[in-house]
């Protein structure tokens, strides 16, 4: 298990790595850098201290977010909070934008549901695409439910 462990944290950084380069070589092979990736495992498993430590090995800046607060911040004054957060990141870069429990913003099938916090997804959804390929800005969203997540975030 240990192995295993390993072998996919290396993973991530790689794929970290790549997004936080901005290299011209990605974009001349015609590949676009990953804008976001999902972490999920049970509480306390260890994924903040993973994109933490991916941050620090990408000498990129991080930037941590609870989702529980940008929900509730959606709420009381809307979706400025998640749009501080993106241009936090973007003013940082190279940065991770790191969103703890990401579920509680794009739960399954919200848009069928016809919730408010709807626009809240589609907000994030819409600030990840404004991510320009080479902007050297990586969200990593963490979440302990991952079968919960709207179908649109994990495209």
């Given at each position: ?109 919200i848009f069928q549901q016809g919730r408010a916090e ?38």
């Amino acid at each position: 298990m240990q192995v295993q462990s390993r072998e996919r944290a290396d993973r991530v950084l790689e794929l970290a790595e790549w997004a936080l380069a901005a290299s011209p070589r990605w974009t001349a092979m015609g590949l676009e850098t990953p804008r976001g990736l999902l972490l999920s495992g049970p509480p306390g498993c260890g994924k903040a201290r993973l994109a933490g430590k991916i941050a620090h090995q990408c000498e990129a800046r991080f930037l941590m977010r609870q989702g529980v607060d940008l929900l509730d911040g959606f709420h009381q004054t809307g979706i400025a909070p998640l749009s501080q957060a993106f241009d936090d990141a973007r003013r940082g870069a190279p940065c991770i934008l790191y969103i703890n429990d990401i579920d509680l913003l794009a739960p399954r099938g919200i848009f069928q549901q016809g919730r408010a916090e709807g626009a809240l997804l589609a907000h994030l959804l819409a600030e990840i695409d404004r991510l320009a390929p080479g902007g050297r800005v990586l969200v990593i969203g963490a979440t302990a439910h991952h079968n919960t997540l709207a179908a649109e975030l994990c495209r």
